[in-house]
């Protein structure tokens, strides 16, 4: 007598270690990798009734493997989305989400604080197919509302953002958008699926970084794409096909089994962030901290309106710019200096110099990045620790050369 399988409508935690499960005949605890490029017949007539589309079999993996399917259907069920497909990266993601979506005589109307290749695809990447766009600072509703006005096929926004963590009213930007006929796209990687909903606050499409927190461990690159059944098979889905941004098997299943673990992970890493958040913004040498739960952030009541907790980053700014940012992270012995986040690893970035170096001091000064700031991904080290090493960068920095 075979069991019978899970009932559905299960809760996060669940879904994060059994959403989607696909268990072979050998009956495997844990997933199966089928790392294989192709599939095979059992008889010309049955290819081709798969190529037809009357009978329904494994064809390739640049379209299909069981293995990604099954973290498809974990990462659909857990973010409340009809549909998901997985990419190789998050840019992947990223990009096919708007290729796929838009066209020549488009525009285009995005947040100013975005992942610098995804602004990179905005602001050069489009134009060139004659997709033009308009950039306003995600905070200021008033920007969106002006920008709103005119016909616009596309909303791109990240919330919180790269680095000052600034927020989104993502309820009422996707109401304007919609009354203008926009898909809103909402980059969710720095909130990760478990604090944020964005589908459930008017989003059409959410895309996802798995390279962050939901491997987790810093192993290995992933994107996805969710949204609407519709909209992932017409426009989605023809575009991954055709142009192959295909997940590899292997990257799924270490996706898959970090996903075990996410709810885990996060949770211990948003209570060591506030921890650390509170401590910085009590030391004379930090001018600013931002973090979105703090009293002092200055959306703190939209964060709790949007967000369950304040995320696993923290920014702050140190009075002393660059020299004191660079004596900061040389002193550090636990933390390790690398743009990468949402790894076990705690890790410091001086986005002036590094994520943020390319687009300019006039860019980096409209969104509030100063020489003197530093962003902070918070891992799973005892807090005590990362606080112990912290305080030996403070030191550093408030040193007089
Ligand atoms: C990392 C990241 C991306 C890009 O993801 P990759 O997996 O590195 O391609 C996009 N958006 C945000 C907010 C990210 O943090």
């Not at 294989?36 to 017949?41: I, P």
């Not at 990266?89 to 610098?116: C, E, I, N, Q, Y």
């Not at 809103?184 to 589908?199: G, K, S, Y």
């Amino acid at each position: 007598m075979r069991r019978q399988p899970p009932p559905p409508h299960l809760r996060p935690d669940t879904v994060l270690i059994r959403g989607g499960t696909i268990r072979t005949d050998q009956d495997e605890t844990s997933e199966a990798v089928f790392l294989t490029s192709g599939f095979v017949y059992d008889s010309a007539e049955q290819a081709e009734a798969t190529f037809l589309g009357t009978t329904s079999h494994w064809v390739y993996s640049r379209f299909g493997n069981p293995t990604v399917v099954n973290l498809e259907r974990r990462l659909a069920a857990l973010e409340g989305a009809e549909a998901c497909r997985m990419t190789a990266t998050g840019m992947a993601a990223v990009h096919a989400a708007l290729l796929a979506h838009l066209k020549t005589g488009d525009r285009v109307v995005a947040s100013r604080a975005l992942f610098g290749s995804c602004h990179w695809i905005i602001s050069t990447l489009l134009p060139r197919y004659g997709i033009f766009s308009t950039f306003v600072d995600g905070h200021d509703l008033d920007q969106w509302r002006q920008a709103l006005s005119s016909p616009t096929a596309l909303v791109l926004l990240e919330t919180p953002s790269n680095p000052m963590l600034d927020l989104v009213d993502l309820p009422a930007v996707a109401a304007l958008a919609h009354q203008v006929g926009a898909l809103v796209v909402v980059d969710n990687v720095f909130a990760t699926p478990l604090l944020q909903h964005p589908l459930r606050q008017g989003a059409d499409v959410v895309v996802y970084s798995c390279t962050k927190h939901m491997d987790g461990q810093g192993r290995v690159l992933g994107g996805a794409v969710l949204g609407s059944q519709k909209w992932v098979d017409e426009t989605l889905q023809p575009f991954l096909r055709n142009t192959g941004p295909a997940l590899s098997p292997f990257n799924a299943w270490v996706i898959l089994k970090g996903l075990e673990t996410l709810r885990l992970r996060v949770d211990a890493m948003c209570s060591r962030a506030l921890t650390l958040a509170s401590f910085l913004e009590a030391h004379p040498a930090v001018e600013a901290v931002r973090y979105p739960f703090l009293d002092s952030h200055p959306q703190v009541a939209l964060a709790r309106s949007l967000m369950s907790a304040g995320g696993t980053l923290v920014t702050f700014t140190l009075r002393g710019g660059k020299e004191a940012a660079f004596r900061f992270c040389n002193a550090l012995r636990l933390i390790d200096i690398s743009n990468n986040l949402g790894d076990a690893r705690s890790l410091l970035t001086h986005p002036a110099t590094t994520t943020h170096l390319r687009i300019g001091p006039e860019e980096r000064a409209r969104l509030g990045i100063s020489e003197g700031t530093l962003r902070l991904s918070v891992g799973l080290e005892d807090v005590d620790d990362l606080r112990d090493d912290l305080a030996r960068g403070l030191e550093a920095a408030g040193d007089t050369p």
